[in-house]
């Protein structure tokens, strides 16, 4: 990969010193294109209620995209871009295909979820000429599952893949991918999450 600029952080044995650690990240993260965080400190030996609000707030402070990273996974193979058809989800996508252009060659699936078998998905014409752009192998596909009950789930059937997501815990984030479906694959540690929020 090219050499961009990034910001390595190691949590492990700060967590005890958040509220110290928080500002300066947040300030490092102004100057840094993409930030790389390990998932598993904040879970490690540690509440994981009160570990998920360290995360959230690392998350939500930060100025710049950031890949949540667990403390072992495959090089990613294929790229799961999760669409909700939110302005946040959209940046995300972009950002992703700016920072990592190496990466959009891979296997790509475009994911739209909704438990509404009728709904459709949004504004599909343009998101697939947005994605074609940039994505050479891409394929779109509606789930129709509940997105906060199973979408973990279905993530986890997708081995040596990398997830693509807007926003985690802001206010536009969208109902569909609310709360739950970002911090359970996270939690999890099973494959690396792109966040990016504008």
């Given amino acids: 990969m090219k050499n961009y600029a990034k910001i390595i952080l190691s949590i492990t044995g700060c967590i ?6 928080l500002p300066e990240l947040k300030k490092e993260s102004n100057y840094a294109d993409l930030l ?16 998920d609000n360290y995360l959230q707030d690392a998350l939500h402070g930060v100025n710049c995209s950031v890949v949540v990273v ?18 946040d ?3 995300a996508i972009k950002q992703f295909a700016y920072l990592l252009p190496e990466l959009t060659d891979k296997e790509t699936v475009l994911v739209y979820a909704s438990d509404d078998a009728e709904e459709e998905f949004p504004d599909k014409t343009q998101m697939e000429e947005l994605a074609a752009r940039h994505f050479k192998n891409l394929s779109f596909l509606q789930l129709v599952i509940d997105p906060k009950k199973y979408f973990s789930t279905w993530i986890s059937e997708n081995k040596s893949a990398m997830l693509v997501s807007g926003s985690y815990g802001r206010s536009g984030f969208s109902q569909l991918f609310k709360k739950s479906f970002i911090k359970d694959v996270i939690a999890d540690h099973q494959l690396p999450v792109f966040i990016a929020h504008k």
């Fill in 70 to 87: 667990p403390e072992k996974f495959d090089f990613p193979e294929s790229i799961i871009l999760a669409y909700d058809g939110s302005e």
């Fill in 16 to 21: 005890k010193n958040f509220d110290l650690v």
């Fill in 89 to 91: 989800a959209i940046f």
């Fill in 36 to 51: 790389i965080l390990g998932s598993e400190v904040f879970y490690k030996d540690a509440d994981f209620n009160l570990t």
